[in-house]
């Protein structure tokens, strides 16, 4: 079992940046695939960012490629997703998950969930 927590939500004017963190419990974290994902309101569950175990290769949705960074520290059992020039449309809970198989960008190849955190973002 792999608890995952989210914080560093809020709001931010467009073009702002915010990082989220997503810290992890009760495996080894390095054997995990780690993702991110986001819902708007009235909105499918959507891939933002992947990255592999060792933090090696990643993984990013064509939306924010370019603006967002995803980063781990396995010593901390921690993920980050780096936010950069956030646009309106960017609102949405952001949630982190854990996959104990190989990266993907398919939310239901995911085993574990947080509780998402908010971000929103005004124009």
């Known amino acids: 079992q792999v608890q995952l927590v989210e914080s560093g939500g809020g709001l931010v004017q467009a073009g702002g940046s915010l990082r989220l963190s997503c810290a992890a419990s009760g495996r080894t974290f390095s054997n995990y695939a780690m993702g991110w994902f986001r819902q708007a309101p009235g909105k499918e569950r959507e891939f933002v960012a992947a990255?592999?175990?060792?933090?090696?290769?990643?993984n990013y949705a064509d939306s924010v490629k370019g603006r967002f960074a995803i980063s781990r520290d396995n010593a901390k059992n921690t993920q980050y997703l780096q936010m950069n020039s956030l646009k309106p449309e960017d609102t949405a809970v952001y949630y982190c998950?854990?996959?104990?198989?190989?990266?993907?960008?398919?939310?239901?190849?995911?085993?574990?969930w947080g509780q998402g955190t908010q971000v929103t973002v005004s124009s």
């Open positions: 990255i592999s175990g060792g933090g090696g290769t990643t």
């Open positions: 998950a854990a996959n104990k198989a190989l990266l993907s960008r398919l939310w239901n190849a995911y085993d574990y």
